[in-house]
């Protein structure tokens, strides 16, 4: 498993006046994601040039979190739904989120491929943006996109 994927760590949002409705998201993010979930509750436009989402109006079934090994490049892992998604070369292992508890791929053919393409979508940026020393603007919903 990738180190510190065992941690949980609950984002909470305040504001004193009460314009942010409570509510509770049962589902994944990650640090990335916190600029453009501010940015999104606060308005106005902004262009975002990262990976992440916006938490707050992020359809169902759109939150994802990413991270790879920083010890061994093609070993990474996504968590999108109840997935817990582990890539490493060519060889995959999917799980349940909560539990980890080994999920059986059958009838999960859609997701996967969706996982997959973010993955890949993801180890090429990164790779490029290393060996160009530079940042790419990346389109959010590039890897989220329904294949037709």
Do not use: C
Not at 4 to 24: A, V
Not at 58 to 82: C, Q
Not at 117 to 143: G, N, P, Y
């Amino acid at each position: 498993e990738i180190e510190g994927m065992q941690h949980n760590i609950p984002l909470f949002l305040y504001t004193p006046d009460g314009s942010l409705k409570p509510q509770r998201i049962d589902d994944v993010g990650a640090q990335v994601d916190i600029l453009p979930t501010i940015m999104g509750y606060l308005g106005g436009s902004y262009k975002n040039a990262s990976w992440g989402k916006d938490l707050l109006n992020a359809k169902d079934g759109e939150r994802m979190a990413y991270t790879k090994s920083p010890k061994e490049f093609e070993k990474a892992v996504i968590m999108y739904k109840n997935y817990y998604y582990e890539k490493n070369g060519n060889k995959f292992t999917l799980k349940d989120r909560k539990t980890l508890e080994p999920i059986d791929p059958k009838g999960k053919e859609k997701d996967i491929e969706k996982m997959e393409d973010f993955i890949k979508l993801h180890l090429q940026l990164s790779e490029t943006m290393i060996r160009k020393r530079t940042f790419a603007d990346v389109d959010d919903d590039i890897s989220l996109k329904d294949k037709k």
